[in-house]
């Protein structure tokens, strides 16, 4: 599952992606977009108290994660994604956050 792209996991990389990058914002999904300099894709999902308890938090990290998998095929190398969970999020099904996230993807202009 893990090939198509790599988590990110060092807290500064998520402060640099939210710093530098640029953000695209829906009501279950906020994107984050930042050019890397290697030839490979690495994600970051991250998900606040605002989203509910522990169970909604991990159901939110779940479907984004499943969602972006499905997206990963069409997206470029050489970019650092930091997907963060909403209010919404715990609700809405991964292929209704794919539609989402696929818009931004193609906004940010990083899809093949």
């Known amino acids: 599952m893990m090939d198509l792209f790599t988590p990110i996991k060092?807290?500064?990389?998520?402060?640099?992606?939210?710093?530098?990058?640029?953000?695209?914002?829906?009501?279950?999904?906020?994107?984050?977009?930042?050019?890397?300099?290697?030839?490979?894709?690495?994600?970051?999902?991250?998900?606040?108290?605002?989203?509910?308890?522990?169970?909604?938090?991990?159901?939110?990290?779940?479907i984004i994660r499943e969602a972006f998998r499905q997206a990963a095929p069409q997206v470029r190398e050489g970019f650092d994604f930091v997907l963060v969970a909403r209010g919404r999020t715990p609700f809405v099904k991964s292929t209704d956050i794919y539609r989402v996230l696929m818009r931004q993807l193609k906004d940010a202009g990083v899809l093949k």
């Not at 829906?26 to 991250?46: A, D, E, F, H, W």
């Open 10 to 62: 060092e807290n500064r990389d998520f402060r640099r992606i939210y710093t530098r990058g640029k953000s695209y914002v829906s009501p279950v999904v906020v994107t984050y977009v930042l050019k890397n300099r290697s030839q490979n894709v690495r994600v970051g999902i991250t998900t606040g108290k605002k989203t509910g308890n522990a169970v909604k938090r991990n159901r939110s990290r779940r």
